[in-house]
């Protein structure tokens, strides 16, 4: 497949307005209260000179991490942070209560906006909201992956077992993220250490300093309430809440790693998930979660490419109610051998979680996503949309748009990171 050219939409592709018409759409549960804009042809508002073009340029080359944040909250495109777009951040984020001592900090002098510089020299404290508003929603979610729930991917990925046959079943489960115990008696160990590192992240990608072949695992998260047995010595069932985009960062290389999880987790920033979900009750044969379809992309310097060959959630491996039922069995009874691990001594460990998210399994990579591994600066765009409104998938316009961060139109979940 070929790389997208850099086109805009023309007037009959234009989004006009967010939200979603056909299905409810709204953000995940740590993250209420988005707000929308309209896509628009201009990159810049025309009140921006020449100079202030130079300098975000240059900020951006020298600052991707906070360029990237900045991005996603300058909903005008005006060149600056007003008192409402902080006070729209810390909505979204659930973290109201921060918002008067933000303003404060970010305009001390209180002139009713901040520019790019102020707000890349009080980054710190913008970080310091928006990863205390996750935390605060995360404490009690366990993040586990489904390993090779796409035909051919385990094999792209370098993690297939050679004197095995290919089999029509994902192979096994793994933690990506396990919440920090608080209760007095909880005993910690060297794996749940490792694994209560927070890793997500919305608008960045937190580059390896160790290991190689970085590769972009878009995937589709599903976010369930979990259910254990009366006596605590099982899960009994997952009930399915929300559908979002999700981006299973994973490296390639990682000198001696044995278990899977080792590659999926090396601290913040090192996966991603959509602000916003598709608001679903059942993943049943039949029901919404039929329509959806994945993709990704990646942008590279001016060119942007397609990552990932567009997969239709139904063609799952294992997907349905049989993929939730397997999913508590495999929590339930998996054992620690080869790459994998005991998935329900981690739940105990870390208080019995009242919620999941889960990633279901990423996408085949086209010749170009296969190819190449990422690199600082790559931006990826990982997409969830109904495939009924969008029979023909996103337009290279609406591609673009979103690579913008201008927000998507109905029926369709959007993540864009910058790799920093």
Excluded at 30 to 55: C, E, Q, Y
Excluded at 97 to 107: C, G, N, S, T
Excluded at 273 to 279: A, H, K, M, Q, V
Aim: aromatic share 10%.
């Amino acid at each position: 497949m070929g790389h997208l050219s850099p086109s805009f939409p023309t007037k009959s592709q234009q989004v006009v307005g967010g939200g979603c018409a056909a299905r409810p759409c709204s953000d995940g549960p740590a993250l209420p209260g988005l707000l929308f804009r309209t896509w628009r042809p201009a990159l810049v508002p025309a009140r921006a000179t020449l100079a202030s073009l130079a300098d975000e340029k240059q900020i951006k080359a020298s600052h991707p991490r906070e360029y990237a944040v900045w991005k996603k909250l300058d909903r005008d495109f005006d060149g600056s942070l007003s008192h409402a777009e902080i006070r729209s951040m810390c909505r979204k984020f659930d973290a109201v209560e921060h918002a008067r001592v933000l303003i404060k900090i970010l305009d001390p002098e209180n002139e009713g906006q901040v520019d790019l510089a102020r707000f890349c020299d009080q980054f710190a404290a913008v970080q310091m909201v928006r990863n205390s508003a996750r935390l605060k929603h995360w404490h009690r979610t366990f993040g586990l992956g489904v390993a090779g729930n796409v035909a051919g991917h385990m094999a792209q990925a370098g993690e297939a077992d050679p004197s095995h046959a290919q089999t029509e079943m994902p192979p096994a489960v793994f933690t990506f993220y396990a919440p920090h115990p608080h209760t007095v008696d909880a005993t910690e160990d060297e794996i749940l250490q490792r694994l209560e590192n927070f890793p997500v992240t919305n608008a960045v990608i937190d580059f390896p300093r160790q290991g190689g072949n970085v590769q972009v695992e878009p995937e589709m998260g599903l976010y369930c309430d979990i259910v254990y047995t009366k006596d605590g010595k099982a899960v009994e069932r997952l009930v399915p809440r929300r559908i979002a985009a999700f981006n299973d960062c994973s490296i390639r290389q990682l000198d001696g790693s044995s278990k899977l999880s080792e590659k999926k987790n090396w601290g913040f920033g090192s996966k991603g998930i959509s602000l916003r979900s598709f608001r679903i009750n059942s993943i049943s044969r039949g029901s919404y979660v039929d329509q959806l379809c994945m993709a990704s992309y990646i942008k590279r310097g001016p060119e942007t490419f397609d990552y990932s060959i567009p997969a239709p959630a139904r063609n799952y491996l294992l997907f349905h109610d049989a993929l939730l039922d397997w999913i508590v069995d495999r929590i339930n009874n998996q054992q620690d051998t080869d790459k994998w691990e005991e998935i329900f001594p981690r739940l105990v460990q870390s208080d019995y979680p009242v919620s999941m998210w889960i990633a279901l399994g990423a996408g085949e990579y086209t010749d170009w996503g296969n190819s190449n591994f990422l690199q600082p600066k790559d931006e990826t765009l990982v997409l969830i949309y109904d495939e009924k409104r969008y029979p023909k998938g996103p337009s290279a316009g609406l591609v673009e748009s979103l690579f913008q961060d201008f927000d998507a139109p109905g029926g369709i979940i959007a993540l864009h990171q910058t790799f920093v």
